[in-house]
């Protein structure tokens, strides 16, 4: 039996008054990797920094292999991976000395860091651009190069935040491949996406966030079963956060400039 290896308990953010993520409960076991969705402002990325320990839950806790992000903190960074929205970088390294750095940061010796850089920047196709400086990196690019720092110590937990944006097909497919070698291998793979394909596709199980709260979790098969009446996830996305309204509207613009 796979162990939980990402857990929140009543995790909550609130900005004054507002929650913006609102008594969260989730559990996601080793080997599996988990798709959250919901539409923009659901309070996804803040879950996600708050999983990471780079924001303090207004209430709540939130575990990383059974250690306290907030409390036992090194512990529980040493065991994640977080790769953000936005690919933030060091434009005056190259993608060695980043990967260097990346190794330097969680102590692993220099050689196993040079092992593991040189297979990682061979699978991300960045091999023969690795001694550029990043600042002349494309998007995609620097996004292949944070995934590769993210994998450097083989975390036990990835969480990534809108991680295909920005990647061509070719690039979205190795993520794919990758994340589910790294649930094979037992890590647990925590993913916030729009893309609803790639929920379908690729996560054991998906949870919907709406204004803050799960309203729905489960396999991609059990949604569609038990809401979806049969439809895609992306029919099923659409009724649980009543998005299938803004159909209504845009008929009625269509209707209004005839
Ligand atoms: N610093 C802040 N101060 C006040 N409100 C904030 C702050 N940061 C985020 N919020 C609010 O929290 C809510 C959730 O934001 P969050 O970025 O977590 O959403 P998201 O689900 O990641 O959306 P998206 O799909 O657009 O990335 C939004 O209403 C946002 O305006
Ligand atoms: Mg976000």
């Known amino acids: ?94 993608a060695v000395e980043f990967l260097n750095l990346m190794g330097a940061l969680y102590r692993i010796p220099k050689d196993v860091t040079r092992q593991r850089s040189k297979q990682l920047l061979d699978m991300f196709g960045l091999s023969s651009r690795a001694d550029e400086l990043l600042e002349g990196y494309s998007h995609g690019m620097r996004q292949k190069v944070v995934l590769a720092g993210a994998l450097i110590h083989q975390p036990k937990v990835i969480l990534l935040d809108e991680p295909t944006v920005g990647l061509d097909p070719a690039s979205a497919r190795l993520l794919k491949d990758v994340l589910q070698e790294l649930a094979n291998q037992g890590a647990a793979v925590f993913v916030s996406t729009h893309i609803l394909e790639i929920a379908e596709r690729m996560c054991h199980r998906v949870g919907i966030l709406k204004a803050g709260q799960l309203i729905a979790q489960g396999s991609p098969e059990e949604l569609r079963q038990n809401v979806g009446h049969g439809g895609s996830l992306e029919d099923i996305f659409l009724e649980l956060t009543g998005s299938h309204e803004n159909a209504e509207l845009i008929r009625s613009l269509e209707g209004d400039s005839q």
Request: charged content about 20%; proline content about 5%; aromatic content about 8%.
């Open 1 to 94: 039996m796979n162990q939980v290896l990402i857990k929140t308990h009543q995790l909550t953010k609130r900005y004054g008054q507002v929650p913006v993520v609102n008594q969260l409960n989730l559990e996601v076991k080793g080997g599996e990797i988990f798709g959250f969705l919901g539409p923009n402002g659901a309070g996804k990325t803040t879950t996600i920094k708050m999983l990471t320990g780079l924001m303090e839950p207004s209430e709540g806790e939130a575990y990383i292999c059974g250690y306290n992000i907030t409390k036992e903190s090194t512990q529980a960074k040493s065991l994640l991976a977080y790769v953000p929205d936005q690919p933030k970088l060091y434009g005056k390294l190259s």
